[in-house]
């Protein structure tokens, strides 16, 4: 009997991204990010939403991008499961995957976070037919972070942060561990031959043999200044706004 093994070749060619958005007022763009106030006595010129948000994982930075002055952002972005390169996975085993948000910019802002789960065949082409519930990044619960379940689906999640993220200050992790569920193996075709000495071999042939799964994640920013519109304006959802500053998905 012949029975192919079931490798996981890990790329992490998967690039993310760290967008962020700057609403000073709902017309108002991200060329006003500098203010000038004087008094009878004397001039200043003080520069006001600096935004800016960094993705992390396992508490590294891996993308970031930053608003600077005129119009000009500093940003680069990285890839995600690189720890994991040099692994070869196996089904069922969890691995670290703390991924956190951090507010690089010098406002308080609003933060969330799409996810999105996919396989990808030798040629970097992605296959729809294969399951992304099968890639299992397990979310922690009770830190602030919900799953808008209304915008999520098996390929992509969109998560947000509850609380106002303070300049400089780091979300709690959104998940912990991610992990390939063994039920990988069980979508297996079995092909018989027989040669002419009559013996014959049986081959299993794994749908998910030579495949890669990727894991891309993109982070969002927008300032907490008039919040129910801001948020409304950047990422066209209602949300209603507590005393403390903490917002609700309606």
Known sequence: MKK?????????????????????????GSARAALTYYSETYGAQVSVSRIGVSLLEN??????RDYEENGQW????????????????VPGKSYDEAISVSNSGSIDSYVRVILKKSWTDSEGNTDTNLSPDLIGLNFTEGN?????????????????YTGILPAGETTPALSDTIRIDPAVADKVEETTSTDENGYQTITF????????????????AVQTHNAQDAVKSAWGVDVDVAADGTISLR
Not at 205 to 220: H, N, R, S
């Open 4 to 28: 192919r093994k079931l490798p996981f070749r890990l790329t992490t060619a998967a690039l993310l991204s760290a967008s962020a958005v700057l609403l000073i007022g709902s017309t108002v």
């Open 205 to 220: 042939t794994y749908a998910y043999d030579g495949y890669t799964f990727e894991l891309e994640a993109e982070v969002q």
């Open 144 to 160: 602030g972070w919900i799953i808008d379940e209304d915008a999520s689906t098996a390929e992509r999640t969109v998560l947000y």
């Open 59 to 64: 508490g590294e930075a891996v993308s970031y």
């Open 74 to 89: 500093r940003e680069a972005s990285g890839e995600l499961l690189g720890h994991l390169r040099e692994e070869e996975i």
